[in-house]
């Protein structure tokens, strides 16, 4: 029997995971990249002579420890080393928060702050530990349709229902509340200091352009705390050679399996007939003929983009109209001649932590309203991670490189971020002054990518790195729409298998890895 030709659209790590599953079934698999380099929004490139850092994703949690080994990707260099603490948190009084993997530690450290608040967070991660396996069963199902489903959804439901058996109401109240309140009022009935607000509600606008205080935030915040490092539950860490040492390794195996990768190949269009989706025209004028096609690119820029709008149904044309994609983030790298000195207290290693900018919730929802209405904060919410601090190929001796993930940045600008950028960096560059004097002066060189940059360069829609909002209306059966979560389109032979399905953003391949064993299924 002839082997299925399969093209997959874009060559971020979703892809690569998907194509190498789809080749190992015995698939023949193409996969075309629109930049120069393999690896989407997960790549290491030099931003200044002797520079080099994770331009864009920039740190280890979410990657599923399933798809390490099916993959072999330490077997092809890929080295996670965990962060010998997980955040630094530098106050203006001269006082720190540590969290660290160990939670006896932490609350050590958050007993300076409140000590009922140290008691109450061991609550706190018992309640997150009693559901997170729940969670973590539920990212690897592909969702039942709760519009027109058929038989082997009622199975999918059943299983589902199966999981939640193994909560008890407790468990299962807290898990509502997660996915329904704001993060803001989820801690602010748990804890009283702030410190405590910060390192959590952090997470809960990560990516996510809202308020703390904004309904559904929380399930954010649930979603960045459900990963692991070399078997460590609850644990960041850094890849050697930075992220594109993760889409290495994967592209690695695939062409180990024969997979063909094209760079510099932009999709123009997809030609769409009554049979499905046919071929894949390049830009450069060339085309690729395909059984199956699976995009892995945000779904707003598939229906909207690439595909004639004749052939799409007006409720899907309707759905991707008002389909929300607006992370708000603000990604910047620089390179520095020395390390930073915070104000406050600190043992040295804290370095190799996210340090994190941002003195309460109210500051955080603060940023988010000037964001709102004047494209961006002068008090902008900032985690620092200076990878060269354990990773010595980054950067030349004694010098170092950082990564600046910034919140609460304003997309609907568009190209106007273009006559803002640097205003907006040096604004960046001066709120970490404030906790580090000298700063400024450190830096060398910086690379800057506004919300619109993440667009025009890493093809994400409105700068939003999980190709699409984390509510609950964009969640499951409903990501990216109701009857297309099982990841298949309308057009029969059209699949997606990025991060605008489920379970969402982060470098973690499962959507590739769940979208391939659905194809696999049918074909």
């Known amino acids: 029997m002839k082997k299925k030709q399969v093209v997959i659209i874009g060559g971020g790590h979703n892809g690569l995971v998907c194509c190498a599953y789809l ?40 990657l599923h420890p399933k798809i390490i080994n099916d993959l072999h990707l330490y077997e092809h260099g890929l080295e996670v080393l965990p962060r010998r603490i997980n955040n630094f948190l530098p106050f203006s009084d001269g006082r720190s928060l540590l969290s660290y993997s160990e939670l006896k530690k932490t609350c050590h450290e958050l007993a300076q702050f409140s000590s009922a608040d140290a008691e109450n967070l061991v609550h706190y991660y018992q309640s997150l530990d009693d559901i997170v396996p729940v969670v973590k069963e539920i990212m690897l199902l ?16 059943f299983n ?133 096609i699976v995009a892995n690119v945000n779904p707003k820029l598939l229906f909207q983009q690439l595909i004639e709008p004749d052939y799409l149904s007006d409720e899907l044309l309707n759905h ?84 600046l993930f910034c919140q609460q940045f304003n997309p609907d600008l ?29 830096v060398i060189a910086r690379q800057i990518h506004s919300p619109w940059d993440l667009q025009q360069k890493f093809g994400l829609t409105g700068g939003d790195i999980f190709h699409g909002r984390l509510s609950l209306d964009q969640l499951f059966s409903a990501r990216p729409m109701l009857g297309m979560a099982q990841y298949q389109t309308e057009i029969s032979n059209l699949f997606l298998c990025g991060s605008g399905t489920h379970p969402g953003g982060g470098v973690s391949g499962i959507p590739g890895h769940n979208a391939a064993r659905e194809i696999i299924r049918k074909y």
Request: glycine share 8%; net charge negative.
């Open 23 to 62: 080749a190992k079934a015995g698939f023949n698999v193409t996969v075309v990249e629109r930049r120069h380099i393999i690896g989407g929004a997960a790549v290491t490139e030099e931003f200044h002579p002797g520079f080099r850092n994770s331009v864009a994703s920039y740190t280890v949690s979410l």
């Open 142 to 157: 592909t969702p039942p349709a709760i519009v027109d489903g058929g038989l082997s959804d009622l199975f999918k439901l």
């Open 160 to 292: 589902l229902s199966q999981l939640f058996r193994k909560l008890d109401n407790t468990q299962k109240q807290f898990l509502l509340k997660l996915f329904t309140v704001s993060a803001g009022e989820l801690l602010d009935d748990i804890f009283e200091s702030d410190a405590i607000k910060v390192l959590l509600g952090f997470d809960a606008i990560v990516g996510h352009f809202a308020s703390p205080y904004s309904p559904g935030s929380a399930y954010v915040l649930l979603h960045h705390v459900l990963g692991e490092v070399n078997g460590k539950a609850g644990v960041w860490g850094h890849a050697i050679g930075g992220m594109g040492a993760i889409t290495q390794a994967m592209a690695k195996e695939a062409i180990n399996l024969g997979v063909k990768i094209q760079t510099q190949a932009e999709v123009k269009n997809i030609e769409i007939t009554r049979q499905g989706a046919k071929n894949v025209h390049l830009v450069d004028g060339s085309s690729i003929e395909a059984d199956i």
């Open 320 to 403: 991707f109209k008002g389909y929300k994609c607006q992370s708000g983030t603000f990604r910047m790298n620089v390179a520095l001649d020395s390390l930073p000195k915070f104000n406050a207290n600190m043992p040295e290693f804290c370095l190799e932590a996210g340090i994190i900018m941002a003195s309460s919730l109210d500051y955080m929802d603060q940023a988010y309203t000037d964001a709102r209405r004047n494209g961006w904060s002068n008090k902008p919410i900032v985690e620092m991670l200076i990878p060269s601090t354990v990773d010595s190929s980054l950067a030349p001796d004694g010098q170092h490189v950082a990564s």
């Open 414 to 442: 568009g190209s106007n971020w273009d006559s803002h950028r640097e205003k907006v960096a040096d604004i960046i560059i001066d709120t970490v002054e404030s906790y580090a004097p000298g700063f400024t002066k450190s």
